[in-house]
T-cell receptor
Framework: DTEVTQTPKHLVMGMTNKKSLKCEQH?????MYWYKQKAKKPPELMFV???????INESVPSRFSPECPNSSLLNLHLHALQPEDSALYLC????????????FGPGTRLTVL | AQSVTQPDIHITVSEGASLELRCNYS??????LFWYVQSPGQGLQLLLK??????LVQGIKGFEAEFKRSQSSFNLRKPSVHWSDAAEYFC????????????FGAGTILRVKS
C-alpha cells in the first residue's frame, strides 16, 4: 500500500480565517513533507518532518504552521493567509534514509479570498 | 548547486508512437533519480526510481528510464503511448549530500493526439 491521503480536497478561506490541512499515511514512513505547487510549476518544498520532529523549514512564512502529532499524521495550520498563497498543497512521505522515494497524496486545492 | 533540467516544456506525440522525455541533472555526488507523473489537479505518482545497479530501470505503466552517467541524463521512454498518458512529467533528483530533499525539474507537459 503506497497511499497518502489528504483532507480536504478543496478549501476556500478568507484572509482572516484559521484552517488546517491534514495528511495521513500508513506505510510506516518516518519522514513526511509539505509541498506547495503553483499552476504550471514543480512542487516547492516547505517543511520536512523526520521522526515526528521538524528537520527542514524552507523559510516558510509563519502564517503556515506545521504539526506532526504522530508518525502517521501531518497537519498544516493556516492563519492570516494571503491570496498569493492559493495553490495546491501536497503532502508526501518516505522512508527516512536518504534516497528513498517520496510518495505523494492527491493534494488540497486552497483558494484564499 | 544541484539542478535538474527538462529541456522540453511541451511534447506532442501521436497515440501509439514512441516517447522520450529528457532529463539532465547537475550533482556533485551519486544522484538518486526519479520520474513522477501528475494529471491535472492531482498529486504526483511515482513512475520509477534509480538508486544504483542496472542503469535501465523499469517502472509502472510501461515506462522505462536509462541512467547515463557520462551524459548526466535520466531520460524517460515508452515504446507506445496511450491517450491516458497525457499528463505532466517531472524528473527529480536527490543526493546524500542534501538529505531528504528532492530537486524537481520544471516539468514536461505531454499531449497525445489521436
Amino acid at each position: 500500500d503506497t497511499e497518502v491521503t489528504q483532507t480536504p480536497k478543496h478549501l476556500v478561506m478568507g484572509m482572516t480565517n484559521k484552517k488546517s490541512l491534514k495528511c495521513e499515511q500508513h506505510m510506516g514512513h518516518r519522514a513526511m513533507y509539505w509541498y506547495k505547487q503553483k499552476a504550471k510549476k514543480p512542487p516547492e518544498l516547505m517543511f520536512v518532518y523526520s521522526y515526528e520532529k521538524l528537520s527542514i523549514n524552507e523559510s516558510v512564512p509563519s502564517r503556515f504552521s506545521p504539526e506532526c502529532p504522530n508518525s502517521s499524521l501531518l497537519n498544516l495550520h493556516l492563519h492570516a493567509l494571503q491570496p498569493e498563497d492559493s495553490a495546491l498543497y501536497l503532502c508526501a512521505s518516505s522512508q527516512l534514509q536518504t534516497g528513498w522515494a517520496q510518495y505523494f497524496g492527491p493534494g488540497t486545492r486552497l483558494t484564499v479570498l | 548547486a544541484q539542478s535538474v533540467t527538462q529541456p522540453d516544456i511541451h511534447i506532442t506525440v501521436s497515440e501509439g508512437a514512441s516517447l522520450e522525455l529528457r532529463c539532465n541533472y547537475s550533482y556533485g555526488a551519486t544522484p538518486y533519480l526519479f520520474w513522477y507523473v501528475q494529471s491535472p489537479g492531482q498529486g504526483l505518482q511515482l513512475l520509477l526510481k534509480y538508486f544504483s545497479g542496472d542503469t535501465l530501470v523499469q517502472g509502472i505503466k510501461g515506462f522505462e528510464a536509462e541512467f547515463k552517467r557520462s551524459q548526466s541524463s535520466f531520460n524517460l521512454r515508452k515504446p507506445s503511448v496511450h491517450w491516458s498518458d497525457a499528463a505532466e512529467y517531472f524528473c527529480a533528483v536527490g543526493s546524500p549530500e542534501y538529505g531528504n530533499k528532492l530537486v524537481f525539474g520544471a516539468g514536461t507537459i505531454l499531449r497525445v493526439k489521436s
